[in-house]
């Protein structure tokens, strides 16, 4: 990598759909709102949706020089770089075998100009397969943070990406529970539509730090697909939750 780059976190979740990408955005924007240089990869080759979130989509990524691709500047202090942005239609799955899936994960760690950065996030592929394998072997020194929902089904898979993240010897800054409980909007009460509590259990029965519980919360949903992140959101109870976690990973480095 030709730039000075502090920290790299790869952001991985077992199974996919548990809030990954969303858990990535938010924490990349906190961290730029923060005043820090805040690179966001977008690695997830099937399902790369950050641009859609960070309302980016429409944008063109330029090539120069040996190949070196210029990310999208999100604002003055986060740059974004998405797979999204090399496949002409948005409805268009890639169906690369693995080698040429490889190169593209390859050309998209090693030739972006990204200038110097604080933080280096990747929106890892979920699962435990070759490409999340392949990110984490191109990124040396590269730590995990792995995302969880509260199902035995999910919290299962999660399981399986924290022992990956070991196996690799990646550090893990930690866990983060997505989808923890619902606030009903009319009595006040927590309803835990997919139980709770499960990620903390599985954080300490494999000795790593939980980092904590962000709720399911409708406006999430409708942030992502608006592209305006909902930690940008000053009255959302939520987006001091992804703040907060993001003073947390400030405090691991
Ligand atoms: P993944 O990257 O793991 O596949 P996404 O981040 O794309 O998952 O999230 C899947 C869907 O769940 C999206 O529609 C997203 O808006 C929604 N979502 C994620 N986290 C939450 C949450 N805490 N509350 C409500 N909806 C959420």
Redo the contacts with the bound molecule.
């Keep these: 990598m030709p730039n000075e780059i502090k920290n790299v976190l790869l952001v991985f ?1 077992g ?11 938010n924490l990349a924007v906190a961290l730029s709102q923060k005043g820090l240089r805040v690179g966001l990869l977008d690695a ?1 080759i099937h ?1 790369p ?1 950050l641009a859609l ?1 960070l309302g980016v989509q429409d944008k063109e990524t330029l090539s120069y020089g040996e190949d070196l691709i210029m990310p999208i500047e999100v604002n003055e202090n986060l740059f974004l770089i998405s797979v999204s942005y090399l496949i002409p239609e948005t409805d268009t799955p890639i169906i690369w075998r693995g080698p040429a899936k490889m190169k593209l994960i390859e050309k998209f760690v090693n030739q972006i100009d990204w200038g110097d950065l604080d933080y280096l996030i990747v ?1 890892a592929p ?1 699962g435990t397969g070759d490409e999340p394998l392949s990110i984490a072997q191109l990124l040396p020194g590269a730590k995990a943070v792995v ?1 969880t929902t509260p199902q035995d089904v999910s919290l299962l898979d999660s399981m399986k990406a924290i022992n990956f993240a070991k196996k690799l010897k990646l550090e893990i800054v930690g866990l983060i529970e ?3 409980g ?1 606030k009903c909007p009319h009595c006040g009460k927590i309803v835990d539509l997919f139980k709770s509590g499960g990620g903390e259990k599985i954080a300490q029965k494999y000795g790593i730090p939980f980092l904590g519980a ?12 608006s592209g305006h992140p909902i930690v940008k959101d000053n009255d959302s109870s ?1 987006a001091k939750i992804f703040l907060s976690l993001a003073d947390i990973i400030i405090k691991d480095k």
Aim: hydrophobic share 30%.
């Design positions: 979740s199974k996919g759909g548990v809030g990954k990408s969303t858990v990535a955005t997830d399902g949706n979130m929106d979920p995302i997505n989808m923890s619902y962000i709720p399911i919360d409708p406006k999430v949903v409708i942030s992502g697909d939520t």
